[in-house]
Nanobody, 124 residues
Framework: QVQLVESGGGLVQAGGSLRLSCAAS????????MGWFRQAPGKEREFVAA????????SYTNSVKGRFTISRDNAKNTVYLQMNSLKPEDTAVYYC?????????????????WGQGTQVTVSS
């Protein structure tokens, strides 16, 4: 069982930055691949970024490449999403998720554990 708690969301102006954190419970965090997803109002939840168990492999959706960076600290049981050059279209609730298989995935159905989400609002 893994429990995930996101933090770091908030209101920021376009062009600004935020860093989201996702703290995980449990001693097996380092064996999980982790992903970030987001859901904007009236839209389906979508993949944002993912990272393998070791942090050696990452993946991003095209719209955030070059602006967002996913990383993890297995000693702290935490995964991060550094978001730079934010745009109004990045406004959404951001969720972190854990996948027992240490290989990352872009498909939300492959993630077993989910956090409660944190709101990110980017004003123009």
């Amino acid at each position: 069982q893994v429990q995930l708690v996101e933090s770091g969301g908030g209101l920021v102006q376009a062009g600004g930055s935020l860093r989201l954190s996702c703290a995980a419970s449990g001693r097996t965090f380092s064996s999980y691949a982790m992903g970030w997803f987001r859901q904007a109002p009236g839209k389906e939840r979508e993949f944002v970024a993912a990272i393998s168990w070791s942090g050696g492999s990452t993946s991003y959706t095209n719209s955030v490449k070059g602006r967002f960076t996913i990383s993890r600290d297995n000693a702290k049981n935490t995964v991060y999403l550094q978001m730079n050059s934010l745009k109004p279209e990045d406004t959404a609730v951001y969720y972190c998720a854990a996948r027992g298989n240490g290989i990352y995935s872009e498909y939300e159905y492959e993630y077993k554990y989910w956090g409660q989400g944190t709101q990110v609002t980017v004003s123009s």
